[in-house]
């Protein structure tokens, strides 16, 4: 595992308990996840868990901040885009 620094990755504050959107699991390719947004047109995704139920939500910034990222490669999920705002300035890759 390599971390690599992302700068900042802002957060959203969205009610998953009534949120309504766009919704995509963790696994989901990060280059996935911005074309859906951008088809719906929409800033943020909510992610969900292997029963459907909303555990977070990702925006388009954050997905952003870690393409534009030097370490960046098309392997990386949404799950780990997630893991920034645990460990600020970090993300780690499994190779």
Do not use: H, K, N
């Not at 620094?5 to 309504?20: H, K, Q, T, W």
């Not at 800033?43 to 925006?59: A, I, K, N, P």
């Not at 388009?60 to 460990?87: E, H, K």
């Amino acid at each position: 595992m390599q971390p690599f620094s992302a700068g900042p990755v802002p957060a959203v504050a969205v009610d998953l308990r009534d949120a309504s959107g766009p919704r995509v699991r963790g696994d989901m390719t990060v280059e996935v996840a911005l074309s859906i947004m951008a088809g719906a047109g929409v800033g943020y995704l909510l992610v969900c868990d292997e029963d459907d139920q909303c555990t977070d939500s990702v925006t388009a910034a954050q997905l952003a901040a870690v393409r534009a990222g030097s370490a960046y490669s098309d392997r990386i999920r949404v799950r780990d885009v997630l893991g920034l705002r645990r460990t600020p300035g970090a993300l780690a890759l499994s190779r």
